[in-house]
């Protein structure tokens, strides 16, 4: 571990100092690990890969939510789509032989993310071909948000135009769009406008989501490098997401890219509050009102940046409860400003949406409920985190439980283990509260990058062959799923 503590620093600048003000230190030290989160891993790895190849034990989904079982012919898939993992092997030994190289790694862990994400789309049909992503795209069962943009238009509706009127449109529209911001109407307006109304543009549309979703894989990267300090951590966990079943499978649609908001909104808040500078908080607010305008699943982020915030507060003296409310007060200017211009541009009114948006959702749940699909608490908490294991490949919680036992309790004083118990509190609370039911595989992805950092943190203590095994378990999991599970047809 000597090259590892001599490499140059990475350019991201992690948190400079613990909660108790003192540095992070050393990185974290690597070990093989104990036999039991090994062996766990290898016999997980066997159980699900033979019950989801025999489509036993309901391990499709949740209860209220089954994702469709498929088989996939293996024989000519496999060989289309195993290749491009290759870079991703590579990465691991570039990112070994000099962790300074880290952005070499990263480059080659995109590369192998997106040859993954778009072969196995392409690997749907015989032979592969871009069909499928156009399928996806123009399906108003998947999006419905490309078909609508296209009627938009056929309708002789200008952007601004639609927009003055959306929240009376919403009710006409089908499916997600219905119950969703104009933000994903936006993105393939963009496309239709550019191209035209047909399959090229869908196509089009289908690749920008892809290459979007890959830069997940470095923004986790950020987000783990800042808040737990550890380099190695940032890469191994930010590797595991590259391989995760949902951002490979679960393609082309949106919910790929929402990480971005929750890495750019958690590092710009807690910069802001640590750097105390107005400019940064002021950037929060308005990154907070573009996402918004997306998708209104970060409203939920307020677990973790308000937990970051008390947090600091209550360990740090350089922290004060007038420094958070200021900065707190410029973020919401940043917002209420976002939405001020909106509306002199184009008359959008976003809170007239918001509640048409969720009486579209209460109408849905009333068709549901009477169909078996009812989501009632305390039973949705467990199926909720079961399809958010699944999504992440079922062995991405034996990491986080064996993350959280080798540390338990000798380093609670640690800030990495604070950040770590911050991180699964968001989705936990989430589960709890029940703010976000059903498909969490797909929905929750957001929330990915919080998963990643226990993660990330258990197998920087792997030593290298581990570490190797545990990816590889977990690629072999991914394929499995792919050839058995439908995520998107």
């Keep these: 571990m000597s090259a590892i503590s001599q490499a140059p620093v990475s350019r991201i600048v992690p948190l400079e100092c613990t909660a108790d003000g003192r540095s992070f230190g050393e990185d974290v030290k690597a070990r093989a690990p104990s036999v039991t989160p090994l062996v766990a891993v290898l016999l997980a790895t066997a159980l699900f890969a033979v019950a989801i190849s025999l489509h036993a034990l309901k391990l499709n989904g949740s209860p209220y939510h089954r994702w469709g079982w498929r088989d996939m012919p293996m024989l000519w898939t496999y060989p289309f789509i195993v290749p491009c993992a290759i870079p991703f092997f590579l990465a691991q030994r570039v990112y070994r032989r000099n962790p300074g190289r880290v952005t070499l790694a990263l480059g080659l862990l995109m590369v192998s993310t997106f040859a993954l994400m778009v072969s196995s789309a392409a690997a749907q049909r015989k032979p592969p071909g871009p069909g499928p992503i156009v399928g996806v795209v123009i399906s108003d069962n998947f999006s419905g948000y490309f078909s609508q943009a296209v009627e938009l238009k056929a309708a002789g509706l200008t952007v601004r135009q639609w927009l003055a009127k959306f929240p009376s449109l919403l009710p006409t529209f089908t499916n997600h769009p219905r119950i969703k911001p104009p933000g994903p109407i936006l993105y393939n307006t963009f496309f239709v406008e550019l191209f035209g109304a047909g399959k090229f543009s869908a ?69 802001a509050l640590t750097k105390n500078r107005p400019a940064l908080s002021l950037a929060f607010g308005l990154l907070y ?144 509260a029940g703010l976000i039911q059903c498909e969490t595989a797909r929905v929750w992805m957001f929330m990915l990058p919080m998963l990643m950092l226990p993660i990330g943190l258990e197998l920087a203590r792997w030593s290298d062959r581990s570490r190797i095994a545990a990816y590889a378990c977990l690629l072999l999991l991914t394929l499995v799923i792919y050839r058995n599970v439908a995520f998107v047809t």
């Design 203 to 271: 196509l089009f549309s289908g690749i920008g989501i892809g290459l979007l979703a890959v830069l997940t894989v470095p923004a986790t990267y950020a987000f783990i490098r800042y808040f737990s300090g550890s380099r190695d951590a940032a890469f191994f966990g930010s590797s595991y997401l590259a391989l995760c079943p949902c951002l490979l499978l679960i393609y082309p649609q949106l919910d790929q890219t929402y990480a971005l908001f929750t890495v750019g909104l958690t590092l710009l808040w807690a910069a």
């Design 289 to 432: 009102a573009a996402a918004i305008l997306v998708t209104y699943l970060p409203a939920v982020l307020v677990i973790f940046l308000g937990g970051f915030s008390l947090w600091k507060l209550a360990t740090d003296r350089a922290f004060t409860l007038r420094r958070i409310l200021g900065h707190a007060m410029i973020a919401a200017a940043g917002f209420l400003g976002f939405y001020v211009v909106l509306w002199l541009a184009t008359q959008f009114n976003p809170i007239a949406t918001f509640r048409v948006c969720v009486a579209m959702q209460q109408k849905n749940m009333q068709w549901l409920e009477p169909r078996g699909f009812g989501r009632h608490l305390p039973g949705t908490i467990l199926w909720d985190l079961y399809d958010f294991a699944l999504g992440s490949g079922w062995i991405s919680f034996i990491l986080l439980g064996s993350s959280l036992a080798s540390r338990l309790p000798r380093e609670l004083p640690s800030p990495r283990l604070r950040i770590a118990l911050l991180c699964i509190g968001q989705f936990l609370l989430v589960a709890i």
